[in-house]
């Protein structure tokens, strides 16, 4: 629906240049009717009184006006126009890529929530052996019941992290379907883990600083500083003379059967030269409000392209530091491993307690979380600096 919008905002716009444009050829316009009354007698300078006949009078003719854009005050309407038009057409294109990029980030949050979640459910089955192998344990006076309650402990903890992360995939689940202009309660998409081998676009190095004029959002602003230059042409040229050209022709008669007849025709033409002699100020503040307008808009393009730089070098510093992230997480995820799998052969050769058990197999399942979501966070960054580049280089 925001995009609809967006797009019924350029329809508007494209229109308004339209009726800009019509200002550069004559207009003309067809009259057809009749009247009827009687004049007084003191308008004609007749003495008050005196008998006035009854007149009926027809008319059928065209009209047409005309001005003449002797200092430009047309041209610059229709360029500010056309330039309005042409924000607005690129203010779209930045909803469609600020559309198209929230689809993707919610998408892979979505996948990565859905590998975070299968990571947690083969930690809840984990546990759950565990309790059952404790309570063995447990039945046949192997161990106390200290063990077997902290691993009882570890299963409701683990289980309660799973229920939240589905809350948080149903969220997700719920944005993406209100990006996609359906409602939440009859959209669904089945669990589909986002994979270690996630193929994302890899970002060259050393892209040219003149892709970022491709951005809508600084296309739309250049548009705009266009359209606040031209309306200060327009504040100027009112304050030189207008020049329009008016024109009449057709017939006019006392009676509809005469109405047509040759006998019965009119014409008029004329022109009218106006000019402002005191305005009270009018004229000249409008011009320095345009000319205030036009820092406005040199402003806001200046603002727009230092934000566009940042979102790309904070992207490029994000993509960065995650991929190393990511090189010092998988070692910690092998040596996690390691350390569970050796702290379940010394339990279980009756060399440690539980306690050091549970202590790997947290730090196992911690950093293996931290991998997904690392996972998740590259693939999300990526599409935040493809966006940032405009959607593409």
């Given amino acids: 629906p925001s995009l609809a919008a967006a797009a019924a905002r350029v329809k508007q716009a494209r229109a308004l240049a339209g009726v800009a444009e019509a200002d550069r050829?004559?207009?003309?316009?067809a009259d057809f009717g009749g009247q009827r009354g009687r004049a007084s007698a003191t308008s004609l300078g007749l003495p008050a009184g005196t008998p006035m006949p009854v007149g009926t009078s027809w008319q059928g003719r065209l009209t047409a006006s005309y001005e003449v854009d002797l200092f430009g005050r047309v041209a610059s309407n229709v360029s500010a126009a056309q330039a309005d038009a042409a924000a607005g057409e690129a203010t779209y294109r930045s909803v469609l890529l600020a559309l198209q990029a929230d689809v993707a980030q919610t998408y892979f949050r979505l996948r990565a929530t859905d590998a975070e979640l299968a990571l947690l459910r083969d930690t809840?089955?984990?546990?759950?052996?565990?309790?059952?192998?404790?309570?063995?344990?447990?039945d046949i006076g192997?161990?106390?019941?200290?063990?077997?309650?902290r691993a009882k402990t570890e299963?409701?903890?683990?289980?309660?992290?799973?229920?939240?992360?589905e809350r948080q995939r149903a969220q997700l689940e719920h944005a993406l379907s209100v990006l996609l202009g359906k409602p939440a309660s009859a959209f669904a998409l089945q669990s589909n883990p986002l994979p270690e081998s996630v193929a994302?676009?890899?970002?060259?190095a050393g892209l040219p600083s003149a892709l970022l004029e491709r951005r809508p959002d600084i296309a739309a602003a250049q548009r705009a500083m266009m359209a606040a230059n031209a309306r200060i042409g327009i504040a100027r040229s009112a304050v030189f003379p207008a020049l329009r050209l008016t024109g009449a022709g057709g017939f006019q008669s006392e009676d509809l059967s005469d109405l047509f007849q040759w006998s019965s025709r009119t014409w008029l033409i004329g022109a009218l030269m106006s000019l402002p002699v005191i305005?009270?100020?009018?004229?000249?503040?409008?011009?320095?409000r345009s000319e205030a307008a036009l820092e406005e808009s040199v402003a806001d393009y200046r603002q727009s392209v230092l934000a566009a730089f940042a979102e790309v070098e904070d992207n490029l510093a994000g993509l960065?530091?995650?991929?190393?992230q990511a090189q010092s997480i998988e070692d910690a995820v092998a040596s996690a491993r390691r350390s569970a799998e050796l702290a379940n052969k010394?339990?279980?050769a009756g060399r440690s307690s539980y306690l050091e058990v549970l202590d790997a197999q947290r730090n196992l399942a911690t950093v293996e979380r931290v991998a997904v979501q690392l996972r998740g966070s590259r693939a999300t960054t990526t599409v935040a600096l493809v966006r940032a580049l405009g959607g593409g280089w």
């Fill in 142 to 149: 192997d161990i106390g019941e200290l063990d077997l309650a």
């Fill in 155 to 165: 299963l409701s903890t683990t289980r309660a992290d799973a229920i939240a992360l």
């Fill in 124 to 138: 809840v089955r984990t546990r759950e052996e565990n309790v059952r192998i404790n309570q063995r344990r447990f």
């Fill in 279 to 288: 305005d009270g100020g009018r004229n000249r503040n409008n011009i320095l």
């Fill in 200 to 204: 994302v676009p890899g970002i060259p």
């Fill in 346 to 348: 010394l339990y279980a």
């Fill in 25 to 29: 050829i004559p207009s003309v316009n």
């Fill in 320 to 324: 960065r530091t995650l991929a190393g």
